[in-house]
């Protein structure tokens, strides 16, 4: 398959268009978007790397899927909207047609799900790895973008679902937490937000140094998925460590004021919402994160998933 | 070098912020823009990889330079002004610290002399080939982003430069057009413009099938690189089939109307602007490209620069 006849499936797969899409996938080197109105938009990409990210035999729909899961999950922990991807894929020679048109539908079919209009990208190959990197843009739910950065003293730090495991099958079908977002949103003001994508501990740490705060975390309190526990006694680690070091969970860990966490817990068996909130811990002036079980406090170390050159 | 370590090497050395820059690099996962007052922006991807755009020879710093200068080319031949960028950066492990500073300081570098804030991005590491991926945002010089299609039948073709031979060096790097584009949109309205990085032949019929016409071109009047004529010897092709055929030159190619094009000609050498422009032909509403020589007239064939999967 050429890079031109993909580009022509392409544009034809996107005809639709979408929200505020003036001129939109394969048309052009450009997509040209309707910003009328908006006041702020969050940009985010993020990249799946063959060997790293997913193996050769993963299903390519589900590849592509996960691409465009992982990059919205960002989205969603801005507490933003999806409006616009682009994607960048890079295939293996030698994959072909079957392939580079799965990993495209996956992206597409994971789009479509949360509203996103897929405008444009760039097709090339490559010797060896196959890579995909898609770039989204949100506009947010309430006035600006929520960060990492704004929790204070004081604050109840609370995840969305279950942790750990993920590498059991979770991590290749991520659920960006856009219902979740919105709902808190309109419950209380959250002063801080990201995504568990490299574990829980280095991204409570990423979201307590930005802030320049620390955190008191109750080793019990923290929801532990199933795949963590079935994982432990293979692995040799301890469920709560598969929940502190795996990643790829995608749930959100944010901050609030305690007071509004009371108002938020209370409403939220009301919402028709699913999706279980738990509250781990609490936000302290002193900074560094401490684990708490019952008669220790130990240091949680910033461990997870980081790339190595 | 870490992730983590490259991402706060990359936050101070962004801490410039930028024009309607709120949240960015290195701060969250999203970087957050203000579009405030703006009414459409342009988006556009471009990947460079390893062992098809560059070799693992190349400085890095040239690598990211020409990952910069291309996507941003895409914006210039639409009309548009750089406002951010974003980097998907995929090293081959091993590369180390020097390599992946030295590509994003490239990137940073390009970026800065357009005036395009870098506002986040992803890095990853993979077994084999690196990839530079950068989506780039703009906002319209005038009212709208120009597009390829719009040609209209009598119009001229016009190019920016000359082309030819970019292997011999100018690949690594491009000039985008943005000082040319700007001028000509306040001397005339342009009908429809790209950029030639697959070749003339290639992204000209690209014009040409957006647009629902035809042209010929005069094989006479293609201005020709002085490295398309010193290619010519030992490749055994003439200079101008590597103008035709290289790509790699991110020269402007436009179709304005015939008596804007002489409006245009007369202002140009007023304009402070050094760069030639070139008519090469004539829009018609035939489809296909001729082209048209002393006493022959033939089919110009659609090759080019295409990726196989």
Known sequence: ??????????????AGGGERVLVGAGADDCAHLDVRGLTQI????????????????????????????SSLSDLAASG?????????????????????QEIMAGIIAAAETYHLAV??????????????????????FGERPLCRRGAQAGDILVVTGELGGSLAGRHLCPVPRFAEIKQLLT??????????????????????????????????????????????????????????????DFELLFAVSASDWEKIARAWEHCGIATRLTPIGRVTAEKGARLITVGSVKELAAAGYEHRF
Chains 1, 2 share one sequence.
């Open 119 to 140: 405008v444009g990208g760039d097709t090339t190959s490559a010797a060896s790895a196959t890579t995909v990197s898609v770039t989204v843009i949100g506009a947010p």
């Open 42 to 69: 969050a940009v985010s990409v993020d990249t799946l790397v063959e060997g790293t990210h997913f193996r050769a035999t993963d299903a390519p729909f589900a590849v592509g899927g996960k691409a465009g899961l």
């Open 187 to 248: 419950l209380a003001p959250v002063h801080a937000c990201l995504d568990i994508s490299d574990g829980l501990a280095l991204d409570l740490h990423r979201l307590l140094a930005a802030s320049g705060v620390g955190a008191e975390i109750d080793e019990n309190a923290i929801p532990l998925a199933a795949a963590a526990r079935a994982l432990a006694p293979q692995s040799g680690k301890t469920p709560v460590a598969h929940a502190l070091g795996d990643g790829e």
């Open 80 to 100: 933003c909207r999806p409006l616009w991807g682009v994607v960048a894929l890079t295939l293996r020679r030698g994959l072909g047609d079957a392939y580079a």
């Open 1 to 14: 398959m050429s890079e031109n006849a993909l580009h022509s499936w392409l544009a034809r797969r996107l």
